[in-house]
Nanobody
């Protein structure tokens, strides 16, 4: 059983940056693909990006490409989402998720989410 806890959310002005963290416990962290999702009010959950267990392979959703960077530290059992050039459209609850299968579509473990609010 893997537990995930996100942190780092908050309010930021448009054009600013924010770094989210996801702390994992309860499993062998390096075997899990870590993904970030977000969900804005009234909208479907959106894939932000993912990073493979070794940290070498990353994939980003269209909204994140060129602005967001996902990384992980397999010693500290953490993953990060660095978000730059934020706009009000990035306002959402951000979730990290983990699954041992890199090509998973339904992730097995989820955090509780952290709110990100970007003001104009």
């Amino acid at each position: 059983q893997v537990q995930l806890v996100e942190s780092g959310g908050g309010r930021v002005q448009a054009g600013g940056s924010l770094r989210l963290s996801c702390a994992a416990s309860g499993g062998v962290f390096s075997i899990y693909t870590l993904a970030w999702f977000r969900q804005a009010p009234g909208k479907e959950r959106e894939f932000v990006g993912k990073i493979g267990g070794s940290g070498v392979n990353t994939v980003y959703g269209d909204s994140a490409k060129g602005r967001f960077i996902i990384s992980r530290d397999n010693v500290q059992n953490t993953a990060s989402l660095e978000m730059n050039s934020l706009s009000p459209e990035d306002t959402a609850v951000y979730y990290c998720a983990a699954d041992p299968y890199y090509f998973a579509r339904d992730y097995q473990y989820w955090g509780q989410g952290t709110q990100v609010t970007v003001s104009a």
